[in-house]
């Protein structure tokens, strides 16, 4: 596709359940951003990746949030146990990555998700 | 932490007024990227700056960054309700590719 997309776009989940997001970022595009954005609010950094780099997870609120990228490509981030805190919505951004100069960043529409 | 702080957190303006966001680093940065949100929308690029002391243009928007590379402003000429939006100043984390977004300012344009 023409730019980053991700699903679902809405998710309704009870607390205490698992869910996952899912972000397909720009083709050729190296580096992948997560992102929690709040009510609101400004953009909290999650994770992000870089080709084949060990992923920069500094972002990640808590040892239930976790993410992955398969292949360089798609990428999962996975909340277990969902609390009502969790609401949010949840940002994904790709970029070409190369370089510093090569950081705008293309985000996707984000997936809102509430915790009942 | 490296933090990097954005005022104000709110501003209201009459259409065909002004309107500058201002943007400031705790520590010095190699870039830095501006990007506006619309209500119900995503974050959306508008423009990167490098050098010190650089200024941009975009139609009615000016973009500065400081001669010491730590704060950054965005400028609006004669605002338009389409201005309307969250405006983001982010720089780079030292030492990686981590983006640190500023809390943004958001523009409320009354026509």
């Known amino acids: 596709g023409a730019g980053v997309s991700q699903s679902p776009s809405n998710k309704v989940t009870e607390k205490g359940k698992d869910v996952e997001l899912r972000c397909d970022p720009i083709s050729g595009h190296t580096a992948l951003y997560w992102y929690r954005q709040s009510l609101g609010q400004g953009l909290e950094f999650l994770i992000y990746?870089?080709?084949?780099?060990?992923?920069?997870k500094s972002g990640l609120p808590s040892d239930r949030f976790s993410a992955e990228r398969t292949g360089g490509s798609v990428s999962t981030l996975t909340i277990q146990r969902t609390q009502q805190e969790d609401s949010a919505v949840y940002l994904c951004?790709?970029?070409?990555?190369?370089?510093?100069?090569?950081?705008?960043?293309?985000f996707g529409p984000g997936t809102r998700l509430t915790v009942l | 932490g490296q933090q990097v702080m954005q005022i104000p957190q709110y501003q209201h303006v009459q259409e065909g007024e002004d309107f500058t966001t201002y943007c400031n680093s705790s520590t010095t940065l190699s870039n830095i990227q501006w990007y506006k949100q619309r209500p119900g929308g995503h974050p959306v690029f508008l423009i990167q700056l490098v050098k010190s002391g650089e200024v941009k243009k975009q139609k009615r928007l000016t973009f500065q960054f400081g001669e010491a590379k730590k704060n950054s402003s965005l400028h609006i000429t004669a605002t338009q309700t389409t201005d309307v939006g969250t405006y983001f100043c982010a720089g780079p984390h030292t030492g990686g590719f981590k983006t640190i977004f500023g809390a943004g300012t958001r523009l409320f344009v009354k026509a």
């Open positions: 951004a790709s970029s070409l990555g190369l370089a510093a100069e090569y950081n705008e960043q293309f």
């Open positions: 990746f870089q080709g084949n780099s060990a992923p920069d």
